[in-house]
């Protein structure tokens, strides 16, 4: 069965602060998306990585898919308010296969 | 503007009473699924249809019905609701099934069973 894993659950820093969340899994995926969640709304992808090691920046967010595409890691440099929310990352073991979704890490940035 | 439209937002009812929640998108997508999503266990997949007339079974199916009679309408169908089953729900669309495409979800209906 297919489980991603996602720590810290909660985080709080200040703004400006830089900080790393992360996302798991024992099983190889295809891909991995991660995707923004914001209080009373629907999640918005951010990005998807497909390849081993791939790193694709987003402004101030750094995204990496592990080498062996069993982990991934989100890093936000200089956190501002308006990144606060949940961030998801949702994968699956091939292309076709339905996209599962990890427990999400809620961040909190306070002014 | 693209978007996907969920009906209603908020919904308070009591345990036994049919309730269907709406969905449509206006983005042509041909694959559609609902999710809830619950305090630490992140959004689970209740079905998914991949077209029209075609339905199937996500992780936590039990309690709900859907249809896709039309591509842009996908409804979600609680026959006979009970509190477990109160939640925040999303429907979602996207271009392509599978893992790899971009899902857009609406901005929730947040059920609460009494």
């Known amino acids: 069965t297919q489980l991603l894993e996602q720590s810290p659950q909660f985080l709080s820093i200040q703004e400006g602060e830089n900080l790393t969340v992360y996302c798991n899994s024992s099983?190889?995926?295809?891909?991995l998306q991660w995707y923004r969640q914001e209080p009373g709304e629907g999640p918005v992808l951010l990005v998807t990585?497909?390849?081993?090691?791939e790193v694709k920046k987003l402004k101030r967010l750094t995204f990496q898919f592990g080498d062996a595409r069993k982990d991934s890691s989100l890093h936000i440099t200089a956190a501002q308010p308006g990144d606060t929310g949940l961030y998801l990352c949702?994968?699956?073991?091939?292309?076709?296969?339905?996209?599962?979704f990890g427990p999400g890490t809620s961040l909190s940035v306070i002014p | 503007e693209a978007q996907v439209t969920q009906n209603p937002r908020y919904l308070i009812t009591v345990t036994g009473k049919k309730l269907t929640v709406t969905c449509s998108q206006n983005?042509?997508?041909?694959?559609m699924s609902w999710y809830r999503q619950d305090p630490g266990l992140g959004l689970r997949q209740i079905y998914y249809?991949?077209?029209?007339?075609?339905?199937d079974k996500g992780d936590v199916p039990e309690g709900y019905k859907v249809s896709r009679k039309e591509k842009r309408n996908f409804p979600l169908i609680l026959e006979s609701p009970s509190p477990n089953q109160t939640s925040l729900y999303f429907c979602?669309?996207?271009?392509?099934?599978?893992?790899?495409?971009?899902?857009?979800f609406g901005e929730g209906s947040r059920l609460t069973v009494l």
């Open positions: 979602a669309s996207s271009s392509v099934g599978g893992s790899v495409g971009e899902l857009f």
């Open positions: 099983s190889v995926f295809s891909s």
């Open positions: 990585v497909v390849t081993g090691g």
């Open positions: 949702a994968g699956g073991e091939t292309s076709y296969d339905k996209v599962i």
């Open positions: 983005m042509n997508h041909e694959y």
């Open positions: 249809s991949m077209n029209v007339e075609v339905t």
